[in-house]
């Protein structure tokens, strides 16, 4: 239902953009966002952005990572810039519906070498 791609290997200081696309299932979608899971860590919000384009971003990746949504083609993407070591993770995308479910991705895994 959200399928996300875009991950791989990058080197301290790179980028990469994920995207993730939700399946023609979805009639409207609400607010969507890309949460994060390091080893050994809890999951935790990247960015969010809401129908209306409203962003909110975790402490520790603003001014790097931007997220942004094409509607029409129900996507969700995030830019991610000047990539640290401690970026590396499982990356989820999620979209709620407008009746409130919560729908997640499988995940998306980025490595970032020193």
């Known amino acids: 239902q959200l399928q996300a791609s875009g991950g791989g290997l990058v080197q301290a200081g790179g980028s990469l953009t994920l995207s993730c696309a939700a399946s023609?299932?979805?009639?409207?979608?609400?607010?969507m966002g890309w949460h994060r899971q390091a080893p050994g860590k809890q999951r935790e919000l990247v960015a969010s952005?809401?129908?209306?384009?409203?962003?909110h971003y975790a402490e520790s990746v603003k001014g790097r990572f931007t997220i942004s949504r094409a509607d029409a083609e129900k996507k969700v993407y995030l830019q991610m810039t000047s990539l640290k070591n401690d970026d590396t993770a499982i990356y989820y995308c999620n979209a709620f519906t407008d009746y409130g479910e919560n729908y997640w991705g499988k995940g998306t895994l980025v490595t970032v070498s020193s």
């Open positions: 952005i809401s129908r209306g384009g409203t962003t």
């Open positions: 023609r299932m979805f009639s409207s979608i609400n607010d």
